[in-house]
């Protein structure tokens, strides 16, 4: 059974950084693209960042040049660094795949940034 769980939230005033990690399990990671979404309260969700196998990247406009997705294949990690945080990042951020024909999310993980 394919399993993503998030970590890495925090309370974080404008222009401070945080990085988050999802651990997937169930599937042959290495294989398979990854993404990481966010949704703000009362907005939809909307994708952010993602990788593919191989390892090409891309963002949202509203997040590049500050945000940075990379995978760990070996430790089955998905990470997101994020710099430069300002209080319309925040959001509950949730990773992605897609497996057997369906998308698998993780439970998010919560991200404040305010003064």
């Known amino acids: 059974q394919v399993r993503l769980v998030e970590s890495g939230g925090d309370s974080v005033q404008p222009g401070g950084s945080l990085r988050l990690s999802c651990k997937a399990s169930?599937?042959?990671?290495?294989?398979?693209?990854m993404g990481w979404f966010r949704q703000a309260p009362g907005k939809q969700r909307e994708l952010v960042a993602s990788?593919?196998?191989?390892?090409?990247?891309t963002y949202a406009e509203s997040v590049k040049g500050r945000f940075t997705i990379s995978r760990d294949n070996i430790h089955r990690v998905l990470y997101l660094q994020m710099t430069d945080l300002k209080p319309k990042d925040t959001a509950d951020y949730f990773c992605?795949?897609?497996?057997?024909?369906?998308?698998?999310w993780g439970q998010g993980t919560q991200v404040t940034v305010s003064a």
């Open positions: 169930g599937l042959n990671f290495k294989l398979f693209s």
């Open positions: 990788i593919t196998k191989d390892g090409t990247q």
């Open positions: 992605r795949t897609n497996y057997s024909g369906r998308p698998y």
